[in-house]
């Protein structure tokens, strides 16, 4: 039997390359499972499931990015979710729901996921929570656009195959008015997929730690949120920290801002919130290895309402969502 070995931080950028490896059927191949969104301050609870419901409001966000544009068969991301907390359960619980698909060449990967989470008050602002995450993960590999110079390969015999298995997620979540931070670990079942009868698709565990800020400026209508990741498999790590300026004035935002992940890429982005309604957009530009018009698009749009169903306002606190 086949065995893909799924590296959640090495991207195939060139579809030729990859298929030359695949055909090594004797060896594993190095593909990409792990999807890095640019903007995750916007996504955070796609990273940790414990960020679920913890604002007292219901918030919507989709994301679509375009990876390494310009080469044939490039990753291409959709992902929508929504938390909320139980209010039934009381203002300590907090649910979620989610929905991504990824395509790389000819695989394609869906993942429907639930959260739950559940936060206590840590001193006189401040909020914990734990979060776990269940979800379904479907494979699916269509080589029919494949040019096999033989048709009869076992491993590839030019119809769909589709595999599936569970996967659980789980994190610690920590927000304050002027500071957050987040540890999670996601794929702990390490899913081993079996696709089809030829192939076996594995998924690495990963591990997210996150934090930032917000820091008020003299001039009360700016402010500056510098936030930084880490992710690793435990055999590959990845930095980033960015720096966004924002603007507030009567119920509207706008930001920009700057990232940078060392020996990997610079990103450049771009947005507001109007009454609830978020719009952002960043640009990945790689900084070795691709050209300067072969980065990665990123858009992202977030909805977010108040759903404070408790009188006198209590247990309310003030978003960080839009840092």
């Known amino acids: ?35 890095q969104f640019s903007d995750y301050t916007r996504l955070k609870s796609y990273y940790n499931p414990a960020v679920s419901g913890t604002e007292g409001k219901l918030n919507v966000v989709a994301a679509y990015s375009m990876q390494f544009v310009g080469f044939e068969d490039a990753p291409k991301t959709m992902y929508v979710g929504a938390d909320l907390p139980i209010f039934f359960l009381g203002p300590r619980h907090g649910a979620g729901a989610s929905l991504m ?10 993942t429907l996921s639930l959260q739950y989470a559940y936060n206590v008050k840590i001193g006189k602002k401040g909020r914990l929570a734990i979060g776990v995450n269940g979800g379904l993960i479907q494979e699916t590999i269509d080589p029919s656009g494949l040019k096999l110079t033989d048709t009869n390969d076992p491993v590839f015999q030019g119809s769909e195959s589709k595999g599936s298995r569970v996967d659980l997620s789980a994190g610690v979540y920590f927000y304050h008015p002027k500071y957050w931070a987040s540890l999670s670990a996601r794929h702990l079942t390490a899913p081993l997929i079996e696709v089809g009868q030829t192939m076996l698709y594995q998924i690495d565990r990963m591990y997210y730690l996150m934090g930032g800020g ?29 720096l966004k ?13 700057v990232g940078y992940s060392p020996t990997i890429s610079t990103s450049f982005f771009l947005g507001g919130v109007f009454h609830g309604v978020g719009l952002g957009y960043s640009y990945q530009l ?14 992202t749009l977030g909805y977010q309402t108040d759903l404070d169903l408790f009188k006198k306002g209590r247990n309310r606190h003030k978003s960080v969502r839009f840092l």
């Open 245 to 257: 300026v924002n603007y507030e004035y009567e119920g509207r935002s706008f930001y920009a801002g």
């Open 286 to 299: 790689y900084t070795t290895g691709v050209g300067m018009l072969n980065g990665s698009h990123e858009i």
């Open 1 to 35: 039997m086949f065995v893909i070995k799924v590296m959640g931080l090495k991207r195939t950028i060139q579809k030729c390359a990859l298929w030359a490896v695949l055909m090594l059927a004797s060896q594993a191949v190095s593909a990409q499972n792990e999807v």
């Open 101 to 110: 698909s990824d395509d790389v060449g000819i695989f394609k990967q869906m």
């Open 214 to 242: 917000n820091i008020r400026l003299k001039n009360s209508l700016f402010s500056l949120h510098p936030s930084f990741m880490v992710m690793t498999d435990l055999q590959n790590w990845r930095e980033d920290v960015q």
